[in-house]
């Protein structure tokens, strides 16, 4: 028997009626439940109120009729809040990626930590694309930090995978500004960003029956928009998509370009200043960039008839890597295409799993490569047959603040895609 408390506008007299031997007498199911209404027969819930002189006062109830009529008062009776009460008693709960969020929601309502670590711990192994942003949602709303670190850093990690989802355009707008200020968002280019930003702003005047016109998209945007870093914007992609955009002022577009075309090198941001206006202006330490490898001389090129191409490479500063370019074309290489890193102090090896080989571009590492400061690794790409050129080499340069040094015997690898790891 159920007890529950609550308020009522008028004294309940109704006391239990426990006769079974005329109140079935009416003729429909109607009839039936109208006998059962404010007595005591088969009642097994009572609503108690507080006390109108020296008796308390109560109401009988039938759950099996409540829930018909309330589905509140069917999870409160036979669902999830109902699991709460084994969970009480026996530390047991069952939930899956269907119920956990409601789990959730019962265990932080009725100050379960227990349960909410239960929860949180397995929200953490769930993680995806297609799911990260609502439970990053979810982890900013329920304060679970750890989850929350863990949801930014898979962003991060992913980002432009993540952009690319429905899943994306659920983000509250304190969750987009949350990841956009990341410095470790891991991105090709910094437009991606905007483009992703102007995605989400457009769903969201449309979900909310507004035209997503530029005012309207930068009123949901709000300070978001700053955290994009418009200023490391290539001048011709700034003009072609974030003028056109229309969401600039024109005094803001105007100190944009004057900062562009002054004289700076791009690619030492710690010499950039942090912020033009409002707008971040650092390079993001965790965006990717290309590390291009220059033509070495013709004297010191080599036929190569089997797979050998690879170069040693030490920074200052810790980097993964993403991606490795080869000087080839496609008929230059047969099939079976790997990539190897070799840790060249401990000797340590990862094969990482890798895209589908193009026909042109880029060989994509399926999961990044870390790579330790001021340690030196073998990058290997082999084959079954390539039938280009190899090149010795000898190359430092700085890019994105990393001093990079590389060396090579033989080599045919045009350039490397690299990220600067967040610290």
């Known amino acids: 028997m159920d007890t529950l408390s609550g308020t009522l506008d008028r004294p309940v007299g109704a006391k239990p009626d426990h006769s079974l031997t005329d109140w079935r007498a009416a003729s429909t199911s109607a009839g039936l439940l109208e006998q059962l ?14 006390s109108r002189g020296e008796q308390q006062d109560s109401l009988p109830a039938h759950k099996f009729v409540l829930s018909m009529r309330s589905a509140v008062f069917e999870e409160m009776f036979y669902g999830l809040e109902a699991g709460k009460q084994e969970y009480i008693y026996t530390d047991n709960v069952e939930f899956d990626g269907n119920t956990v969020m409601h789990v959730l929601y019962a265990a932080r309502k009725y100050a379960l930590e227990p349960l909410v670590a239960e929860c949180e711990h397995f929200l953490q192994t769930a993680i995806d694309v297609n799911n990260v942003c609502s ?8 304060q679970m930090d750890l989850l929350q670190c863990k949801c930014l850093d898979f962003i991060c990690m992913n980002a432009n995978d993540v952009f690319l ?16 200020k990341a410095g470790a968002l891991g991105v090709e280019e910094e437009l991606d960003v905007f483009k992703a930003a102007v995605r989400w702003a457009k769903h969201h005047c449309e979900k909310k029956g507004f035209e997503p016109t530029p005012t309207n998209q930068r009123a949901w945007l709000a300070e978001a928009l700053y955290r994009i870093r418009l200023p490391i914007i290539p001048v011709a992609e700034f003009t072609s998509f974030v003028v056109e955009s229309e969401l600039l002022t024109s005094e803001e577009q105007v100190q944009l370009y004057k900062h562009m075309t002054s004289h700076r090198n791009p690619d030492t941001d710690e010499e950039m200043a942090e912020k033009i206006g409002k707008f971040d202006a650092k390079h993001r330490p965790g965006s990717v960039f290309e590390l291009k ?29 993403r991606k490795v370019s080869l000087f080839y074309s496609p008929t230059q290489y047969e099939q079976n295409i790997s990539v190897a890193v070799t840790n060249m102090k401990d000797r340590s090896l990862q094969r990482p799993r890798l895209e589908p080989v193009p026909e042109r571009g880029p060989i994509t590492l399926a999961e990044s490569v870390y790579l330790e400061p001021n340690t030196q690794y073998n990058v290997a790409v082999t084959c079954m047959v390539y039938r280009g050129d190899v090149k010795a080499l000898e190359y430092t340069d700085t890019l994105r603040g990393v001093l990079v040094n590389i060396s090579s015997v033989f080599n045919s690898i045009s350039s490397l895609h690299l990220s600067r790891v967040h610290s």
Do not use: W
């Not at 088969?42 to 507080?50: I, K, Q, S, T």
């Not at 439970?135 to 329920?142: D, G, H, K, P």
């Not at 659920?170 to 956009?180: A, F, G, R, V, Y």
């Open 37 to 50: 209404c404010m007595s005591g027969t088969l009642a097994d819930v009572y609503f108690v109120f507080p």
């Open 293 to 321: 490898l220059p033509l070495s001389s013709t004297d010191n090129i080599k036929k190569c008839l089997t797979a050998a191409c690879q170069i040693l490479i030490v920074a200052d500063k810790p980097l993964r890597l």
């Open 165 to 180: 989802t429905d899943d994306f355009l659920q983000l509250t707008p304190l969750s987009l500004n949350e990841i956009l």
């Open 135 to 142: 439970l990053f949602n979810q982890a900013s709303f329920y």
